[in-house]
C-alpha cells in the first residue's frame, strides 16, 4: 500500500503561481510513476503532468509551458509548479502513483485550487 498526502493548494488570483506538494509513503520502493490529476465537479478526471522514476515527463497540453512536474525518489515527493494560472485552472488536483510490475494505482485525497479575482 501507498498513502498520498498532498498540500499546497489554494485561493490565488489569474497570473498567480502555485506550487503544490505530494509525499508517499508506504510501499514507495516500486513505485514507477508520480504524478498529478485534475477535476472539476461534472467531468473526468483528467491528466496534468506525470514523471517516471527516470525522470520523463508528459504534460497535458493545458499544462505545457506553465507548469513544471519534478520529483525527488529520496524524499518520496513529487511537486507541481504552476504559473501563469487561469480560471479554467480551477479544480481539485490529485496526486497520483502508480508502482511498478502490475502493483497498485494510488491516490491521495486532493487539494483544491481555486483561480479568481
Known amino acids: 500500500q501507498v498513502q498520498l498526502i498532498e498540500s499546497g493548494g489554494g485561493l490565488v488570483q489569474p497570473g498567480e503561481s502555485l506550487t503544490l506538494s505530494c509525499v508517499a509513503s508506504?510501499?514507495?520502493?516500486?513505485?514507477?510513476?508520480m504524478g498529478w490529476y485534475r477535476q472539476v465537479l461534472g467531468k473526468q478526471r483528467e491528466l496534468v503532468a506525470s514523471?517516471?522514476?527516470?525522470?520523463?515527463?508528459n504534460y497535458a497540453s493545458s499544462a505545457k509551458g506553465r507548469f513544471t512536474i519534478s520529483r525527488s525518489d529520496d524524499k518520496n515527493t513529487v511537486w507541481l509548479q504552476m504559473n501563469s494560472l487561469q480560471p479554467e485552472d480551477t479544480a481539485i488536483y490529485y496526486c497520483?502513483?502508480?508502482?511498478?510490475w502490475g502493483g497498485g494505482n494510488y491516490w491521495g485525497q486532493g487539494t483544491q485550487v481555486t483561480v479568481s479575482s
Open positions: 514523471m517516471t522514476r527516470g525522470g520523463a515527463a
Open positions: 497520483n502513483a502508480v508502482q511498478a
Open positions: 508506504g510501499m514507495t520502493i516500486n513505485i514507477n510513476s
